[in-house]
């Protein structure tokens, strides 16, 4: 069979610095390639030269060929595949959809400027390709706006107008990058459903191997900007030949944690926990109850709108609105005098899932580390900066680190950053809200370790906000599994996650797919 398109030798250079290559990539109709790595390793740049998107500063050298006819990378006719050839569906569609512009306007636009059609059979069309990607009320989703859907639903916005040019081979960055496990299989059995029943030839970027194995037919798997193994994804997985695969495949199976033995007192309680937003159909929380013991890490998991950050917000007091009563060593926050509430708060550490978007681009780490000692009026300028030191050393870097940028550190590394800062006041309790969600396997395991190591040195509780079933296991001794703003089930880690009594916990289980061909 002859390929849909061929890429050969491709190079990306950064002045005298090669970032990728000599890469080859393949692609054939009806087929999906599956490319990974971790964070760095060049998989995000063979998408942007393919579609010649790169920055101004990086340059692509290579043989493109489409249909048998050769194309020069980043010349007018390279550009002129975007859409019509080349579909793209990135990472963060929030980021990629216009926020001040409706759904229907974004969509129309692109049918009527590629397509030619006219104001109707473009309103038309659009309703036709949301209804196709599934989206509820497909009508009505046309007059709304980005930010009024979930990320599950913002993603098949991305794949309506990538699939709006009709073009035959769609490239998928990250699509599920930072969904729950059900809304991650819904994404990627849809764009699987595409290519089989339109022949699309299906380009699958992401981190995740064990997922990406699910669905690609050929793998390509790359470690620093080189493709280290290739071949059919059955034969990869049966037998792995570079060491690097092998590692990518250990890193996705985590250790779990021993069960807490004795009875520690709580920490942490919360009582009728209830709350409903504004216009909302339903409540976020449903009258919760839950408890967090000293040196205990307790994991709120459930998907998508679930209600566990909304839980983990309100049980550190930083929803309005919020009902019920929460009690931090027996003090009632919701009573606390204001000063009292200020100590309280240096007793708690949160890290959030975005380091990049949580740490300030403009600070030195040595002032983001060291910011909650200034807040809380503790030490001198000296004596700050010499404690954001032992903090970077705590979490696994390097004092002579201090005077840098966020933007100058790996995404492991800026999460790193954000658990020192967390840890500043020595806190009794560490928050986590999907603090590894983003991670690729590698970096992901590596944090998972170092909060367990953490919790452990220091007998931190732990309340652990995540999707991700392994990484709770990981950290957390006890778990509660939240649907629709409800505590459906909750026990010991271990024994939840071997015999789940609740239907939905049995779901989140289900949803993880076996490494196995499409």
Known sequence: MSALLTLSGLRVDAGARQLLGPLDLQLQAGQCLGVVGESGSGKSLSALSLLGLLPPALRAQGRLQVGGEEIALGSRAHAALRGRVLGWVPQDPLAALHPLR???????????????????????????????????????????????FSGGQRQRIAIALALATRPRALIADEPTSALDARIARDILDLLDALRR???????????DLPLVGAYAQQLVVLQRGQAVERGETRAVF????????????????IAALPPVTGEAPV?????????????????????????????EGLALVGESGSGKSTLGRALLRLLRGAQGRVLLDGVDLNRATSRALRALRARTGVVFQDPYASLDPRMRVADIVAEPLRIHGRGDAGSRRAR???????????????????HQFSGGQRQRIAIARALATDPDLLVCDEAVSALDAHHR???LALLARLKRERGL?????THDLAAAAAVAERIAVLEAGRIVETGAT?????????????????????????
């Open 267 to 295: 920490l942490l309680r919360g009582q009728a926990l209830s709350m409903r937003y504004p216009r909302a159909p339903r409540a976020a929380l449903d009258a919760v109850d839950i408890e967090l013991r000293r040196g």
């Open 238 to 253: 049966a037998a792995p030949a570079h060491a690097y695969t092998r590692e990518l495949l250990a890193a996705d199976a």
């Open 388 to 406: 954001a030191g032992e903090l970077l050393q705590a979490v696994g870097l390097e004092a002579a680190m201090l005077d840098r940028y966020p």
């Open 445 to 447: 395991a590596a944090v």
């Open 494 to 518: 271990a024994q939840v996650l071997r015999a789940p009594r609740h239907a939905h916990t049995r779901a989140l289980l289900a949803a993880r797919p076996q490494t196995a061909t499409a």
């Open 102 to 148: 409706s759904v229907g306007a974004q969509l129309q636009e692109t049918l009527r400027a590629v397509r030619g059609l006219d104001a109707g059979a473009a309103r038309a069309e659009a309703q036709a390709l949301l209804a196709r990607v599934q989206l509820p009320e497909p009508d009505a989703a046309l007059r709304r706006y980005p930010h009024q």
């Open 461 to 465: 509780a732990l309340l652990f906000v």
């Open 197 to 207: 029943e339109d022949g699309l030839a299906l380009l699958l970027i992401s981190h």
